[in-house]
């Protein structure tokens, strides 16, 4: 390859070439419809695509579960000195992942003594997403007021909870403290429901909205588009893992649509389960999982359960804050130190300088093509999939690409939190309170300029919003959020 022969690993002034390590797993996307496969494809990792393998995940790291190596054979971490304590993922999601949380430090080290089989380190798993493609998701939960509604309105959903969960849940109260009580409640009734009864209210569940979804029982602008959304989020769930009552997880679990260059944050202990698209992700150097539905793998109902915060709502979704005064440069930084990621775009007859870092940096190229080169002269081809190691001080290396070319190119590069103080994303547990009223929000007269009746609101204390205008110019609005 055209960046072989630029490059001496054993110098610390030189951009290193990687190799990292592909992962396929059943819910990846198959053939050459993975962006990981194209990827693996273009780094030199595989010969050609199998179009029947589902190419799921590119790791670039140092852990021991997927270890990068350099192109002489070394090791990521010898060239680094020792572990990166974070590890950077490329995810192509064909189908959902499972219902899953990842622990706490605590938590992790405990699991790690008591099962060490399923969980391999002991180390928290705090992740970053950041969408290349529409992605869908579901992260946090659901207000206990919208759960409520949802147990009301489809009893099999219902007849899946015992009735002292369900009692808890309308009696809640305003009661921060009762109503994750009374979640804890409700979820670990619905978990422990015997696959008897599951698998028959699943079955009349299926059958209903599957009437109700056909085209001659409603029309569709007679039914409110969050119910579409959530009845169809269900049947194809189902469609996926036959007989899972796991399919049933968005009446607990906000269902999302993040859009390109979107992202959000889930800290330890938050329920989440990616369902499709394709992203980047950045999480501390961990591979601890707790599974409770929609797998096939090893499934820990009973930690899942004890561990989660039952902090209701979702993650902030966030585009990114443009940095070192250019924003061509995003920046995506959680309130944790082990990481943060930086997407860097560059267009068509632009060159763009990437900041020189005290720490090393990996990244990859994720869109478009061009050239670099650096005050050592060191120039290497920049193609979708390829994959480097900035060394810690290494010279600035400036990226260029060609004024006849169509399109940017774009690479997403992480490294360890160098903006502690400046985070662009909270989880729901950090938060406190939820980013929107979810998708009961009544009509109020307190709306933005130029807001959508029925839209979902922030709650809270009045905040900034961002809308587009008719001529599709931003804005930033205020709004206050009705109470259910």
Known sequence: MASQHTYDARSSRNVIPLRPVIKDYAWGIRGLDSRVARYALESGIIDEVDPDCPYAELWMGT??????????????????????PFLFKVLSA??????????????????HVENPENYVDDNHKPELAVALTPFEAMCGFRRLEEIAILIKK????????????????????????????????LFQSFMSCPKETSSVQLKLLLKRLQKEQSCDFVHPHEEPPWERKLSRAILRLAQQFPGDSGAMAPFLLNYLLIAPGESFYMAANEPHAYVAGEIIECMACSDNVVRAGLTPKFKD????????????GGPTINAGTPAYGDDRIMRYT?????????????????DITLPQLPVPALFIVIEGSGNTDNDDGQRLVMRPGRCYLLPKDCPSLTLAVNANKRGPLKIALAHENQHMDEPTLASAAEIGTKQWAGE??????????????????????????????????????????PKL
Do not use: W
């Open 63 to 84: 852990h021991p579960s997927g270890p990068t190596a350099l192109r002489d054979g070394s090791t990521l971490e010898e060239a680094v000195g020792g572990p990166l």
């Open 94 to 111: 064909g189908k959902a992942l499972s219902i899953q949380a990842h622990p706490c430090k605590d938590g992790a080290k405990r699991l």
């Open 154 to 185: 489809h009893p099999e959903f219902a007849a899946c909870i015992s009735d002292e969960a369900k009692l808890k849940c309308f009696l809640a109260g305003p009661s921060e403290e009762n109503k994750r009580d009374a979640l804890k409640m």
């Open 301 to 312: 109902v009973d930690n899942l359960v004890s561990m989660l915060t039952y902090s209701m």
């Open 334 to 350: 959680p309130p944790t130190g082990e990481f943060e990621v930086m997407v860097i775009t560059c267009n068509p007859g632009e």
């Open 440 to 481: 009961f929000a009544l009509p109020t007269e307190l709306r933005s300029v130029g807001s959508a009746p029925n839209t979902p609101r922030s709650s809270g204390m009045t905040s900034p919003m961002v809308n587009r205008n008719s001529n599709g110019e931003h804005h930033v609005g205020f709004y206050e959020v």
